[in-house]
C-alpha cells in the first residue's frame, strides 16, 4: 500500500458541482459558510449549464465566501456532460493540494471539511460519513440501519471484495489524482465506485473519516427513484464488464429470477400504500428504488458489453495482494 509523509501546508480545494440546483443550493452554500480550515482553501462551484437560477444564488454567497470560484463545464451547443465532467473541470481549475467534493442537492455538518482536512495530512483518499435522515421525510429514511456509508464502506460481498463509496464525500490528494487521473466520464453514474476501485487496483487504501459528515438528501418523486436505481443498476453492471468482473454466462436467467422474485414485494407494498398504513410509502418508495436498478441491469445485460479479461486479471491480482496484506497485518498485530 502507498504511504506518504504528513504535509507542511494543505490548502485545500472545495470542488462543487451543480446543474440547475437552485432548489437546494442555497442549503449548501451556506453550511459551506460556517466551514474553516487554517491552511486556507477555496470554493470552486462548477456550472454544466444551468438554467436556472442558481448560479446567480452562488454570486450571492462572494461575501461570505471570499475564496470562491466559478468555473464553466458545459459549452452551448454540445452535449452535456455528467458530473465526472464537472468534477474534471473543476479539479482543472483548482489551485490546493488535495481536493474535497461536495454536491448542489446535500449539506456538510459543521466540522466537515477541518475533519477531511486532518484525514488528507495523512491519508490520500479519504470517504466521510453519510447522513440520511436530517434532509429526508421519515418516509425516506432507511427501512435497516443508518444507510450507504453511515457506519463505513460498502464493500463488494463477492470477489475481488473492493470497497466504493459515494463521490459527495470524496477527499482526494492532488499527487493521488495525477497518478490515477481523472474520473470516467464513461460512468456517469458510478463514477465514484469505479474510482474506488482504480484507486485499490493501484495499491491505494481508502480511509473511511467518521468525524467528517455529510447529510445526503434522497429522490423523493418515486419516478425519480426508478430512474436512479435504473441508472445505477445498468452504470454498475457496465463496470463490471469494464474490469470483467461479470457474472458469466448464467446470468441472464438468474437475473430475471431475481427480477420475478420483486413482484410479490411489489404487489403488498402497492397494497400498502393504497391502504394508507404507516409503511406504505416506505416499502413502496424502497421497491421502485430496487426495481430500477434490476432494469438497469437486466439492460446491460442484454447488451452483452464486451468483457476486459486483461482487467479481470488485473483485478484478480490486487484481490490476491490485498488479501496477503491484510493476513500478514493480522499475524503482526496477533
Known sequence: MHSRSAP?????????PCFNGAATLAVQLEALTVQDWPDGWELI???????DDSMAMAEGYRARLPMLKIVQAHLPGTPRLGVPHSYNTGIEAATGDAFVFCEADDEVAPGWLAAMGRALTSHDFVLARLDHRKLNAVWLHPPHGEGYQSAGL??????????????????????????????????????DGEYCWRAQLAGYALHFEPEALVHYREKSAFMARFHQGRNWGRDTTRMHHHYGTAMGRLSLPRHLVSIVRLLPSGARALVSRAL?????????????????????????ILQKPGLSPQKGMALAAAAAAAAATAAANQTVSG
Not at 482526494?172 to 458510478?190: A, H, Q, T, W
Open 8 to 16: 507542511d501546508v494543505l490548502k485545500l480545494s472545495v470542488i462543487l
Open 45 to 51: 462551484v462548477v456550472n454544466n449549464g444551468s438554467t
Open 154 to 191: 460498502y464493500r463488494m460481498p463477492a470477489a475481488p471484495h473492493f470497497f466504493s463509496a459515494s463521490a459527495c464525500g470524496f477527499g482526494l490528494s492532488r499527487s493521488i489524482y495525477e497518478k490515477l487521473g481523472p474520473l470516467n466520464v464513461d460512468f456517469p453514474i458510478v463514477h
Open 276 to 300: 394508507r398504513r404507516p409503511q406504505g410509502r416506505a416499502l413502496l418508495a424502497e421497491w421502485i428504488w430496487n426495481f430500477g436498478w434490476g432494469a438497469g441491469k437486466l439492460q446491460l
